[in-house]
């Protein structure tokens, strides 16, 4: 809104160039269209297509390869820096620290008892936990011993419940025996609700009075048993990876601790019967997986099972983003936990290309076969076919000065003449005639600038319809040297010019290779190279007459791309008789065929690709036999040269 006090001033509207627009669209589906025809032409199937645009990304946005990427490193970048025996180093050092500290103190006594404390002290066991375990009976006369001894115990506690309860480590920190007893109830009503839950009970009204009692520790405020389980499960077997990450002798060390928790076995006995009812209410978590961690940042329970979680996740993205699965769609990936992990742009990336591929189905631009794969739609097609055409017009006009797809839709050619315009005329006016008469009217006293009496439009001739007949080379040739796709490109582009403004004529696909076919244009798009040797010119002009006769008021044209000399053709049984070099009875089969369409005075244009000398002799027979032209175009100019020719013919 302009501001008020500035009324009086002019104001200038022009392009924002505060860099990329930002009400433009996230995506270019024309585009989209573009890169995913391509490789469906280059032998991809639909399905394939699309994943590949969605690996790459588009239009500036990362891909899923890049997303994936990032997600491992980050990885390894967790596995390279840490290691996951933080809490038993942190141990040892309170058990030395605590046994230094008694001895200190024993050393200045020089009583007996003194002497015999000392001798309890030598004869600890080696092992921390055995260690640990035998000093919860021993009466400490150090005051900073017996500290450090219970630091251990309450930090065995804390961790222990923070591998499985979030925040409960610093909840608990400083916690008296009143704390421990509460959190054992804790632990004994959770384990009673799991139990009837398993057993299939309706929970409802326990879950709700557990969490009136116990909702404090749970912050991710699970609205019932099943998500309840769900957030512990997850943690659960986070810490049950990072067992399998230890050593046997770190596992049995760890084990032997636990029951020194807060000095009261009964939570490490908890602990184990709640973790052994989650792996059975969700046996498809990560209950034997690892970290492999081999850093140099040692990490508690509580963290170390954190980035076990974190890994977990992290996996589960890297599923998420491959895009392997069956039935996978893009709106599978967590976005948030994917933001989370590697920030809000590459959320934001992944976004944009589910609406991509959302916005794809939702445009009908791909259609389900029977057998469940994907197909290009109709629909599809044309937008590939307009691309394409765009780029053939482009060397049309810049080899001929003008573009001449532009003006390929008119009824028919003008014949010089001009009459009055009458109503249901379509027909072009003339200018210069629809003024003169103007003028002379006025002359004679009527003021009016123009009227309807004054339109004349240009006389023009009905042009003749066309049946076309192309007939594509897909011989394994035609892939190994790179001619595949230019060669799609040409159908593509002549289907979508005939289709959309020559719509009286008729285009017929035929495809030759061991044997011929007629192949509707999706067919052609999506069909792969296969190795098979035999190129069948001589079934394809057979099946290009049977066609070309169903269209008896039609000039036939017949348009022939090929990178070999015919090696194949068909016998009277309907197999396929292959010869290199070319047989003599190929030839003459092949010779036959095109005298029979030059009976139905087609018009012909041969066009070789390649450099073969002896391919191009013989094309050159071929086309002075059926009075035709031989036309040896580059692969990028094929489509043009094909386009232009059809034009030309059609134009006669």
Do not use: C
């Amino acid at each position: 809104m302009a501001d008020p006090r500035r009324r009086g001033r002019r104001w200038a509207y022009g392009p924002y160039t505060g860099g990329p627009d930002p009400l433009a669209p996230p995506y270019d589906i024309r585009s989209a269209m573009d890169e995913i025809g391509r490789d469906v032409m280059e032998g991809s199937s639909p399905r394939q297509a699309l994943q590949e645009l969605l690996r790459r990304g588009i239009d500036g946005r990362r891909g899923l390869d890049d997303l994936t990427r990032r997600i491992w490193e980050r990885r390894r970048e967790l596995q390279r820096d840490n290691r996951i025996d933080g809490t038993l180093q942190e141990v040892r050092e309170l058990l030395q620290r605590a046994l230094d500290a008694e001895r200190e103190t024993l050393g200045n006594d020089g009583s007996d008892d003194a002497r015999f404390r000392e001798m309890q002290l030598d004869a600890l066991p080696s092992d921390t936990g055995g260690a640990v375990r035998e000093l919860g009976s021993y009466d400490w006369r150090s005051s900073d011993a017996r500290e450090a001894y219970e630091e251990i115990r309450d930090l065995l506690g804390r961790e222990l419940l923070d591998q499985r309860f979030q925040g409960m480590k610093q909840a608990l920190e400083g916690a008296t025996p009143q704390d421990v007893e509460r959190i054992n109830e804790m632990l004994d009503d959770l384990n009673d609700l799991l139990d009837h839950h398993a057993r299939g009970e309706d929970t409802t009204e326990r879950f709700a009075e557990f969490m009136r009692r116990h909702g404090e520790h749970f912050p991710e405020n699970p609205q019932n048993t099943g998500e309840l389980v769900d957030a512990l499960a997850a943690r659960a077997a986070a810490a049950r990876r990072m067992l399998n990450s230890m050593s046997p002798e770190q596992r049995a060390e760890l084990a032997e601790l636990a029951q020194q928790a807060f000095g009261d076995p009964r939570l490490a006995q908890s602990l184990a019967r709640l973790d052994a009812q989650l792996q059975g209410l969700r046996p498809g978590e990560d209950w034997t997986g690892d970290g492999n961690f081999r850093g140099d940042n040692p990490m508690g329970l509580g963290e170390a099972t954190r980035v076990l979680e974190e890994l977990g996740r992290l996996d589960t993205l890297a599923e998420q983003l491959s895009q392997s699965y069956p039935g996978a769609r893009m709106e599978d990936v967590d976005l948030d936990a994917l933001a989370e992990a590697l920030g809000p742009e590459a959320a934001a990336d992944a976004r944009t290309l589910a609406e991509l591929e959302r916005e794809l189905h939702r445009q009908d631009l791909f259609r389900r076969a029977p057998d469940g794969s994907l197909l290009l739609s109709p629909k599809a097609l044309r937008t590939l076919g307009q691309s394409v055409l765009r780029d053939v017009a482009d060397r049309v006009a810049a080899r001929q000065g003008q573009r001449e797809t532009r003006r390929a839709g008119a009824a028919g050619e003008a014949t010089g003449a001009t009459r009055p315009w009458e109503f249901g005329d379509t027909q072009a006016w003339s200018v210069p005639r629809t003024l003169l008469n103007a003028q002379l009217r006025r002359a004679g006293g009527d003021d009016r600038v123009l009227d309807v009496a004054d339109v004349e439009v240009v006389e023009t001739e009905q042009r003749t319809r066309a049946a076309v007949a192309l007939l594509v080379d897909t011989s394994w040739s035609m892939v190994a040297e790179g001619r595949w796709v230019p060669m799609k490109r040409t159908a593509l582009a002549l289907h979508q010019l005939i289709s959309t403004r020559f719509r009286g004529d008729d285009l017929s696909l035929v495809t030759f290779g061991r044997h011929a076919q007629t192949v509707e244009l999706g067919e052609l798009v999506g069909m792969e190279g296969v190795y098979m040797q035999g190129t069948n010119l001589h079934h394809a002009l057979l099946l290009a007459r049977e066609r070309l006769a169903r269209q008896p008021d039609a000039t036939p044209v017949v348009l022939v791309v090929t990178d070999g000399e015919p090696t194949a053709h068909l016998e009277r049984d309907g197999e396929a008789y292959f010869d290199y070099p070319p047989s003599p009875h190929t030839i003459r089969a092949t010779v036959d065929g095109l005298d029979r369409l030059i009976g139905m005075d087609a018009r012909f244009t041969f066009f070789v690709l390649g450099d073969d000398p002896g391919l191009a002799a013989f094309m050159d027979r071929l086309a002075r036999r059926a009075g035709g032209r031989v036309v040896n175009p580059d692969l990028d100019g094929l489509g043009a040269e094909v386009v232009a020719d059809y034009l030309r013919k059609r134009r006669g």
